[in-house]
């Protein structure tokens, strides 16, 4: 499974704004960043990508860290901007989807996995899934607890009968050697 965050709909449309930025560009004034002279348009431009890159790099750090050892690497996917910097559009960070090995830790691993899903301030649907399926794993773990535990109740009620009718049958075998005597 992947946590994710995607802003892919912006490359495109970031891209044609570019192109068309670049045809007007001989009758605007224009500005240097990073070593590269921009038009009014492309430092907007530049400076929405800049936002974007810091929303989807912040994202992806909070489900790392929510999801501890349950995740890896986050990777991105990078557009160039008008300054010929790259910068991440999307990202995602693997997340190990891992059973315990009792409905315990089952648990716990669940409950981890749903604080990673939903750790950043803006989920993805993506998000929403992978912390959906962590809920059913949990309440799968939990009916499985529950049935160890009815199994152990039945073990421990069927043990004190067993030991009661031992009891009984011993004092009984008692009050005849008494009464003989």
């Known amino acids: 499974m992947r946590i994710d965050s995607n802003y892919n709909h912006y490359h495109s449309s970031f891209q044609k704004q570019h ?5 007007n560009s001989q009758e605007e004034p224009r500005q240097m960043i990073n070593g590269v002279e921009l038009n009014a348009k492309e430092v907007q431009a530049l400076r929405e990508l800049q936002n974007i890159d810091r ?6 750090a909070a489900h790392q860290a929510a999801g501890g050892g349950l995740t890896g690497a986050a990777s991105f996917s990078y ?6 910097q ?3 559009v999307a990202g995602e960070v693997p997340i190990r989807m891992q059973e315990g090995n009792t409905p315990e830790q089952t648990i716990a691993n669940a409950r981890q996995i749903i604080a990673a899903a939903m750790a950043p301030s803006d989920p993805s649907p993506q998000d929403y899934k992978v912390a959906a399926n962590a809920a059913k794993m949990e309440f799968e773990a939990r009916a499985e607890m529950m049935k160890m535990k ?3 109740a039945k073990k421990q009620k069927d043990s004190q009968e067993n030991a009661d009718e031992e009891t009984n049958s011993s004092a009984s075998n008692h009050i005849i ?3 003989t005597a």
Not at 19 to 23: F, R, Y
Not at 55 to 60: D, I
Not at 79 to 84: A, Q, S
């Open 177 to 179: 050697k008494a009464g």
């Open 86 to 88: 790259m910068y991440a």
């Open 19 to 23: 192109n068309e930025n670049a045809k």
């Open 150 to 152: 009815a199994q152990e």
């Open 55 to 60: 929303n989807v790099k912040a994202h992806e």
């Open 79 to 84: 557009v160039k901007g008008p300054d010929n």
